[in-house]
Every structure is written in structure tokens, then in C-alpha cells.
């Protein structure tokens, strides 16, 4: 199938480090294995200055803002300053103004040869998805991470009122699929108006060609100094809502029982800071390796010399509606999980068997779990054998792309008809 990926998102670069831009590389790449041809438009397609340059599948066509939108965006951003301003308007402005600058830029490029389908990841006020399959005639599947409205207010700002409230559930109620990321959010699709039936939970993947059990690599242990005793590892942006604060008293509680621990922490965020100067002032700044953001390569070389993979999140203030990349890569490199009992973790790791569960926000029962998998090396050789043959069964990008591009065929036959 011919399939038109679209990221309407200017805060995310789709050949750069962050999350978001992983996941789409990895569909994409997905659907290219499958035999699909993919064109990937997206504002912002290089990485940043300090970024490495990721591979890409298909092709990709950057849709620049114009001049006139980006002369708008300046001067929001100029008055904020002027005034002392903190808020989004400035991005959400903008924003609104790529909607007709996407959507007409792609209509004179595939008006021709439309593709099959439009794959579109949902984003901030983004409408140009709905439109542009309108106008093409072709089915629209509209990805769906988080409900992101309410999130952008719970987290950033609020920008424009109710604006992107009703931005969102516009789209939710036109698109031809929705594709949810996890239940509650398939749970929030439909309270917005979505029709249940049209809506589908695909979780994120893995590539089992990156992340899968391995042996060690010495020249790896060596290059981040992790030395002969036993790794913690935590892969995320470092983020409040990611648990980055237990990090901090579980390894003041193991590091004195485990001589040689290190905690390796994978990604970078406004939460580093803080967590290293926590970490100095209890004396463990020498047991802690952060390495930033690295190649999505490197973070699969990487993961398997953890002897346990961290996924702390704490007690959040709304439904957990995450589906944890770093869930999934640790679980499909054989490292056995110690994860918050919460939303889709509770789904996808058996406690005893596939991993190791505990309450959110149970720092001590977070220590307890993580001590007695240190201890035991049988066990958490089993329950990584266990999560590896798990993950790569049925939780794969090649297994998403499948169920993506058979909603899509569904679609296509039934507008035939």
C-alpha cells in the first residue's frame, strides 16, 4: 500500500532523539519491512544541532511554516518577553496556522497519486489530517498517544482556552480509525465522541532486531564506566511524571548492599538537575551515569548490561494512559522489570513471571523488589527469558504495522463498496 505519514507536530524532529520521533521511525520502518512505501511529511524533519541524524525509511518531504507564520509566531514570542509572559499562545498560534499550510502543500503534491491511506499522529490542534483525506477521498487512521488537551494543561499550559479541547475532539469524531495507544486512552476517544467501534488500541512496539537478548558488549560496560558490580537502569525523559524522584532513595538504599552498583540513566530532561545534585548531597554522585540523550542504536547496545530495568512511575493526579517505550525495550533485551502495578504495565508484565510488580508511589516496596532480584540471579534470568519470548511474540512494531494496514484494507474495500 502506498501509505502518507503525517506528524503535524513542529516539537517534533522525525529524525531526531525524542520519543515521539522513535516511534514514528519505527512504524514507518515497520511498514517499509511489510513492502508498504511511505512518504513521512512532517514540519520538522532534521534533527536538532546537538542531535544525532537517525535513519529514516521511506521518503520525507519537510513542510516549513511560511513566512507569514513564522513572522506571527515571533512576534507572540516578542511580546511575551515584552511583558513577562510564560504562556503557549505563541506555539499554539502557530500551530493553528500550519493546519491550511500542511494541508494545502500535501493536497498539490498528492492530488495526482493520493495514497492509500493518510496515517496521521495526532498533535496539538492539529487538523489538517481530517482535511486532507477529505479532500484526497481516502480513509483517514489517526494515531492517538494521549489525551492532549487535558494533558498540555495538566503539564504545560493551557494556551488557548478551550481551543484545543475542541480541536481535539473534532478530530476524534471525524477520523475513519482511531488508533489508541492504551485503553484509557481509547476510554477518552470515546468520551469525546469518538464511535467505539472505530476506535482500536495498538500499544507501542519494539524492533526485535535492536532489542532482543544478547551478549554483552565489554567495549559498552567500559565506555560508561559501569565497572564489575550490578546495573540499575532507567531509559525516559526525564520528566516529573516518569517517577525520576524515587531514583534517588532506592539507590541510597541499594548502593550500601551492593558493592560496585552503578544507576545508569538514559535521557535527559528538567528533572536531571535536580536528581544529580540529589544524588551529590547523599554522597552517590560517583554510583550514577547519565548519558544524555543517545542514537536509538546505542540505547539497545546499552540495556542489556542492566541487571534490572526501573519503571518507577509514582501515584499521578489522572488515569496512567502511558504506553512505556522503555517498558517494552527493556523486557525484549531480556532484562527482567521492576514497574509501577498501574494502567497497561499491569497488563503486560506478569508479576513472578515476566517481571516484577509493586504500588506506585511504594518506595519501599520498589527497593524491596529491585534487592531481591540483585540477589537472585536465577530469577532474574527467568523472568527475563519469560519478558523477552513475551514482547517479541506479539508486541513489535511488524505486528502493529500488520494490524495498522488491515484496519486500513478494511477501510479502503468498504468505501469501494
Given amino acids: 500500500m502506498n501509505i502518507l505519514y503525517l506528524c503535524a507536530d513542529p516539537g517534533i524532529r522525525i529524525r531526531g ?7 514514528a521511525r519505527a512504524l514507518v520502518a515497520a511498514f517499509d519491512r511489510a513492502g508498504h512505501s511511505v512518504v513521512v511529511a512532517a514540519p520538522k524533519v532534521e534533527p536538532g544541532p546537538w542531535e544525532p541524524r537517525e535513519p529514516l525509511a521511506g521518503r520525507a518531504v519537510a513542510l516549513r511554516p511560511s513566512g507569514s507564520t513564522s513572522r506571527a509566531h515571533q512576534a507572540l514570542k516578542a511580546f511575551n518577553h515584552v511583558v513577562g509572559a510564560q504562556g503557549s499562545v505563541p506555539g499554539a498560534v502557530r500551530r493553528i496556522l500550519l493546519n491550511d499550510e ?4 500535501l493536497l498539490r503534491r498528492f492530488e495526482a497519486a493520493p495514497p492509500d ?3 496521521e499522529r495526532a498533535s496539538l490542534y492539529g487538523t489538517a489530517g481530517v482535511q486532507l483525506a477529505r ?3 481516502r480513509p483517514l487512521l489517526l494515531e492517538v498517544n494521549a489525551p492532549l488537551a487535558a494533558e498540555q494543561s495538566a503539564y504545560r499550559a493551557p494556551g488557548l482556552g478551550n ?3 475542541q480541536a481535539e475532539r473534532w478530530v476524534l469524531t471525524r477520523a475513519d480509525a482511531v488508533l489508541a495507544v492504551s485503553a484509557p486512552v481509547k476510554d477518552h476517544a470515546v468520551a ?4 467505539p467501534a472505530r476506535v482500536h488500541v495498538v500499544p507501542n512496539g519494539v524492533d526485535p532486531a535492536l532489542f532482543h537478548p544478547g551478549l554483552r558488549d565489554p567495549g559498552v560496560r567500559k565506555r560508561w564506566n559501569l565497572g564489575d558490580g550490578p546495573v540499575l537502569g532507567f531509559v525516559s525523559g526525564l520528566r516529573p511524571w516518569h517517577g525520576v524522584e524515587a ?3 532506592v539507590l541510597a538504599a541499594l548502593a550500601p548492599r551492593h558493592p560496585g552498583l552503578r544507576l545508569v540513566v538514559v535521557g535527559d ?3 536531571q538537575e535536580p536528581l544529580q545534585r540529589e544524588l551529590a548531597e547523599r554522597g552517590l554522585g560517583e554510583v550514577a551515569v547519565f548519558t544524555g540523550w543517545l542514537p536509538h542504536a546505542s540505547v539497545a547496545s546499552l540495556v542489556p548490561h542492566f541487571d534490572v530495568g526501573l519503571v518507577p512511575y509514582g501515584v499521578l493526579p489522572h488515569a496512567f494512559y502511558f504506553s512505556p517505550l522503555k517498558l517494552f525495550e527493556c523486557m525484549a533485551s531480556g532484562v527482567p522489570v521492576v514497574a509501577a502495578a498501574v494502567g497497561q504495565i499491569a497488563e503486560v508484565v506478569r508479576d513472578g513471571e515476566t517481571g516484577l510488580l509493586y504500588r506506585p508511589g511504594d518506595v519501599g516496596a520498589l527497593v524491596a523488589a529491585c534487592d531481591r532480584l540483585l540477589c537472585d540471579e536465577a530469577l532474574r534470568n527467568r523472568l527475563g527469558a519469560a519478558a523477552a519470548a513475551d514482547i517479541h511474540r506479539s508486541r513489535t512494531w511488524d505486528h502493529n504495522a500488520e494490524t495498522v494496514t488491515d484496519i486500513a484494507r478494511a477501510l479502503v474495500a468498504g468505501e469501494a463498496r
Fill in 102 to 105: 500542511l494541508r494545502s502543500a
Fill in 17 to 23: 532523539a525524542k520519543g515521539a520521533a522513535v516511534h
Fill in 247 to 249: 531514583l534517588g532513595p
Fill in 163 to 165: 481551543l484545543a479541547d
Fill in 135 to 137: 479532500d484526497l477521498g
Fill in 192 to 195: 469525546m465522541g469518538a464511535a
Fill in 117 to 119: 491511506f493518510v496515517y
Fill in 269 to 271: 530532561g528538567p528533572a
